[in-house]
C-alpha cells in the first residue's frame, strides 16, 4: 500500500508560479515511479509529468515543456511539482499517483489539490 497527500495548490494569476508536493508513504519511495495528472472540469484526467524511481527520466505533456518541472526527493519521499509561467489553461485539479510496475498502471492515487489560474 502506498498513501498519497499532496499539498501547495491555490489561486494565482496567469504568469505566477506554484510549487506542488506530495508525500508518499508506505512502500520504499524509491522503488516506484511517480506522476502528476490534472483534470478539468468536463475534460478527461490527462498526464501532466512523470519521473522514474531514480528520478533520472522525466516526462511532460507538450503544453507544460518548458514551464513545468517535475522532481523528487527519495530521502523525503516526495515529489514535486514546480510550475511556472502558469495560464488560465492550467486551472484543474491535480494528482499525484505512484507507478508501483514500470510501464503499467498507477495503482495510488493522492486525493487531489485545486490549482486555479486567473486571467
Known amino acids: 500500500q502506498v498513501q498519497l497527500v499532496e499539498s501547495g495548490g491555490g489561486l494565482v494569476q496567469a504568469g505566477g508560479s506554484l510549487r506542488l508536493s506530495c508525500a508518499a508513504s508506505?512502500?520504499?519511495?524509491?522503488?516506484?515511479?511517480m506522476g502528476w495528472f490534472r483534470q478539468a472540469p468536463g475534460k478527461e484526467r490527462e498526464i501532466v509529468a512523470s519521473i522514474r524511481r531514480s528520478g533520472g527520466s522525466t516526462y511532460y505533456v507538450d503544453s507544460v515543456k518548458g514551464r513545468f518541472t517535475i522532481s523528487r526527493d527519495n530521502g523525503k519521499n516526495t515529489v514535486y511539482l514546480q510550475m511556472n509561467s502558469l495560464k488560465p489553461e492550467d486551472t484543474a485539479v491535480y494528482y499525484c499517483?505512484?507507478?508501483?510496475?514500470?510501464?503499467?498502471?498507477?495503482?495510488?492515487w493522492g486525493q487531489g489539490t485545486q490549482v486555479t489560474v486567473s486571467s
Open positions: 508506505g512502500r520504499t519511495f524509491s522503488s516506484y515511479s
Open positions: 499517483a505512484a507507478q508501483i510496475r514500470p510501464l503499467s498502471v498507477y495503482d495510488y
